[in-house]
C-alpha cells in the first residue's frame, strides 16, 4: 500500500518514500496572487475548499492552522469529495485551498501555487507492507520503480 499518513500497526512496515509539501493554490484572480509567500494567518478569512472528512488529507491540512480544530474552521469552508473538484472550484475563484505537491500535476492555467512561510508543512509519502510478507524482493523492485517517478527523501 503507499500511504500518505504515519501508521503505527505491530503488523505493518513503513518505508518511507517521498516528502511531499503543501501548497496553497489560488486563482490568478485572488489577491493571495501578489503576495509572495503565504502565513497560514493569510488564509483566515478566506472560503476555503477541503476534502471530505475520512481522508487524510483533510486532517493535515486542519493541522497548518492551529485554529482550525474539529470545532473551529475558517469562517466558509466548502467541503468536496475529490481534489479534481477542488481544483475546479479554485480555477473559478470560489475559493482557497491546500494541496499537496504530488496533485500539482496538470493544473488549470488559473490556478497558482503558494508556498508557506517560514517553514512549508510536508506529509511523508510511504510503501508499507505486512511484516510476515515474504515476497521483500518485490517490495525493494516496487520501490525502486516508484524513485524513478517521484522524489526520494535524501538518505542520510
Given at each position: 500500500v503507499i500511504i500518505a499518513t504515519k501508521t503505527n500497526h505491530p503488523e505493518l512496515i513503513q518505508i518511507p518514500l517521498c516528502e511531499d509539501k503543501l501548497a496553497v493554490v489560488c486563482?490568478?484572480?485572488?489577491?493571495?496572487?501578489?503576495?509572495?509567500?503565504?502565513?497560514?494567518?493569510?488564509?483566515?478569512?478566506?472560503?476555503?475548499?477541503l476534502v471530505d472528512s475520512g481522508n487524510c488529507l483533510r486532517e493535515q491540512v486542519l493541522e497548518v492552522y492551529p485554529?482550525?480544530?474539529?470545532d473551529h474552521h475558517p469562517p466558509s469552508m466548502i467541503t468536496a469529495s475529490s481534489l479534481e473538484t477542488i481544483k475546479t472550484m479554485v480555477a473559478m475563484n470560489i475559493g482557497v485551498s491546500i494541496l499537496p505537491e504530488l496533485a500539482l500535476q496538470n493544473l488549470d492555467p488559473e490556478i497558482v501555487v503558494k508556498y508557506f512561510t517560514p517553514k512549508t508543512p510536508i506529509r511523508t509519502i510511504s510503501l508499507v507492507y505486512r511484516k510476515n510478507f515474504t515476497r521483500l524482493e518485490l517490495i525493494m523492485k516496487i520501490k525502486e520503480q516508484l524513485n524513478l517517478i517521484i522524489r526520494p527523501i535524501q538518505e542520510e
Open positions: 486563482s490568478t484572480q485572488h489577491y493571495l496572487t501578489n503576495k509572495q509567500s503565504i502565513e497560514p494567518q493569510d488564509l483566515e478569512k478566506e472560503t476555503f475548499l485554529k482550525w480544530s474539529i
